[in-house]
Nanobody
């Protein structure tokens, strides 16, 4: 059974930093694309950053240059380092893992961790 557990969210002042972590169990992440999404109430979930198993990364325009995604496949973890946080970064952040198994896309989500940027 695949399980993703996020941690590291919280309340931070504008301009501050946070590090989100996601621990995956039941899956070897070395072949997976791992990503962070975020969602604000009544809005669609949006991609924040992703990391492919080939070492590629991609970021939403709104966070590029401020957020960094990294991964440790030996520990089955993915991280999101966020700096220079802005009030508009306030959201519930979700860890995502995608991988192909027998020709089918397997997609898994964590339960989310809340990030609030406010003075």
């Amino acid at each position: 059974q695949v399980q993703l557990v996020e941690s590291g969210g919280g309340l931070v002042q504008p301009g501050g930093s946070l590090r989100l972590s996601c621990a995956a169990s039941g899956i070897m992440t070395g072949r997976a694309t791992m990503a962070w999404y975020r969602q604000v109430a009544l809005k669609e979930r949006e991609l924040v950053a992703l990391s492919t198993n080939g070492g590629g990364t991609n970021y939403a325009d709104s966070v590029r240059g401020r957020f960094t995604i990294s991964r440790d496949d030996a520990q089955s973890r993915v991280f999101l380092d966020m700096r220079n946080l802005k009030p508009e970064d306030t959201a519930n952040y979700y860890c995502n893992v995608d991988y192909w198994l027998n020709g089918r896309l397997q997609r898994y989500w964590g339960q989310g961790t809340q990030v609030t940027v406010s003075s």
